[in-house]
């Protein structure tokens, strides 16, 4: 333990406490351009820019889910991922802003309509919709902020593995340490991520958050490419990582999509249903703005360039070489984490519109693995 | 300039949302070229192929990434040239309505 204690680098830990100092810096000094006015407080006197108003909605849309699920997702299931988040959303998320977005920001700029609750009241002409509608819209956008809060402290975990050995040790019954031994628990992660939220929003009202917003947006697009860079010059350059995925057992079958992804039929209707509450915090921002956001295509240019780099470079189907799962680890525990996303039954070409494979579940001190009976990609590979 | 009319004035409230056929055609090939897409998503011909284009993009994943591309020129032309100027313009119109609370299409 003492050798592994002597190789950890706190740099990540003051990398994280640098920028969640800067979230706090955000806060206090958006207070400062604070005209005291609730319109202000809350609609920032509805006088947001274009750059601002495009990097805040694509902050958003971020989430964990987008950024440390489908990450993880990739790592273990290819790049089919990649045509199921990002080249789906490229279609189908600026087709319902066409046929739904547009009408929604009209009737909500022409009859002053700021919540969803609203405008179905209105329309209905029946106010208990409205109370029937509020805790149900609420219920459903939980999950949705407890994946981001889950990934940031995942997140922070992984980051600061093996830094506080003695405050919060994390030991197998035989005493050895587990890969997360001494990092930050996730509830512990999690709490600090959800004060500093609260912190800049209370402090700085919506426009804390869309500063916020903004420069985390700038932040994960700008280290993205440093990363593909940082990796792809690891493995030797691009040329080389490409020979090494095609050479890696465990990466080749990531490299094509058949028989790696799970019930892709329902993409479009995930996409269709996903598209409706950004459309509502689309149309609550175009409430910022004068004119409608006419940034659909950059805000798709901006999550395809994100989804690419993560996906083949940022932390998927490289990092199936630089750490590939170790027996006695789930295929996704070295990787991005597994926020919100789920193996499902596996699909292969001639076996059954939905063939569900059989899985051996194994149980192991600290870790719970599932393994696919006879396959291979689950074994352990040296880096070359 | 020809124009037709849309949308319903339930009550005699909502003003109809006056579509300008100019529009129209724009509109009609945009909304082809997305079935045209949406249909083209479904390269089953990469599935099963490893191949890696410039030595490091799987083939499956250069193909998606040069849909993307086409669909981000797709919506862009679609803003530029199909964009729906006359719900805009219903949606200025009635700011001072607020107070008028109808059924809207």
């Not at chain 1, 045509?83 to 319902?96: C, D």
């Not at chain 1, 916020?212 to 700008?222: D, K, R």
């Not at chain 2, 005699?12 to 045209?36: D, E, F």
Request: a positive charge; hydrophobic letters at 45%.
């Amino acid at each position: 333990m003492t050798t592994m204690l002597a190789a950890v680098s706190y740099t990540p830990l003051y990398v994280i406490s640098v920028y969640m100092l800067a979230l706090i810096g955000l806060g206090l000094a958006s207070r400062q351009f604070s005209k005291g006015t609730s319109a202000d407080y809350f609609l920032v006197s509805r006088n947001i820019g274009p750059f601002l108003l495009l990097m805040s909605i694509f902050g958003t849309t971020m989430t964990g889910f987008a950024l440390v699920g489908s990450t993880g997702k990739s790592y273990t299931s290819g790049i089919g991922v990649y045509g199921l988040m990002a080249s789906w959303s490229g279609l189908i998320h600026s087709a319902v802003f066409f046929v739904v977005g547009m009408k929604l920001w009209a009737v909500g700029k022409r009859y002053g309509y700021l919540t969803q609750c609203e405008y179905f009241r209105e329309r209905f002409q029946s106010p208990a919709l409205g109370h029937v509608l509020f805790p149900v819209l609420i219920l459903l956008v939980i999950p949705y902020l407890l994946v981001g809060v889950i990934s940031a402290g995942k997140f922070i975990q992984g980051s600061t593995a093996g830094m506080f050995p003695e405050l919060f040790p994390l030991l197998r019954p035989d005493g050895s340490p587990t890969p997360l031994h001494g990092s930050v628990p996730v509830w512990a992660g999690s709490l600090v991520v959800c004060l500093i939220v609260l912190f800049y929003v209370f402090f700085g009202g919506l426009r804390g958050a869309i500063w916020a917003n903004t420069m985390q947006t700038l932040v994960f697009m700008v280290t993205g490419v440093i990363a593909f860079y940082l990796i792809s010059q690891k493995l030797g350059g691009l040329a080389e990582a490409g020979r090494m995925v095609s050479e890696s057992e465990f990466a080749k079958p990531r490299l094509a999509r058949e028989g790696m992804l799970g019930q892709p039929d329902s993409a479009v209707g995930r996409h269709v249903s996903a598209s409706v509450p950004a459309l509502a915090y689309r149309a609550q921002c175009e409430e910022l703005s004068p004119q409608p956001d006419r940034t659909p295509d950059l805000h798709h240019d901006c999550l395809v360039a994100v989804y690419f780099d993560r996906h083949l470079g940022g932390r998927a189907l490289w990092r199936t070489i630089l750490h590939p799962p170790q027996r006695g680890a789930r295929a996704g525990d070295q990787g991005a984490g597994r926020v919100g996303v789920s193996d499902g039954p596996g699909r292969r070409r001639g076996a059954g519109r939905h063939h569900v494979e059989p899985r051996l579940s194994v149980h192991v001190p600290g870790h719970h693995v599932h393994q696919r009976r006879g396959d291979a990609r689950v074994r352990p590979e040296p880096l070359q | 300039m020809n124009e037709g009319h849309a949308g319903s004035q339930a009550g005699g409230a909502v003003p109809p949302v006056v579509i300008h056929t100019r529009k129209l055609w724009p509109r009609r090939l945009v909304w082809i070229w997305v079935g045209v897409l949406f249909l083209l998503h479904h390269d089953f011909w990469w599935w099963d192929d490893p191949t890696l284009v410039f030595g490091f993009i799987p083939i499956g994943l250069a193909y998606h990434s040069a849909y993307s591309v086409v669909a981000g020129i797709t919506w862009w032309l679609a803003i530029r040239h199909a964009w729906p100027e006359e719900i805009e313009e219903w949606a200025s119109a009635g700011e001072s309505e607020t107070a008028i609370k109808g059924r809207v299409k």
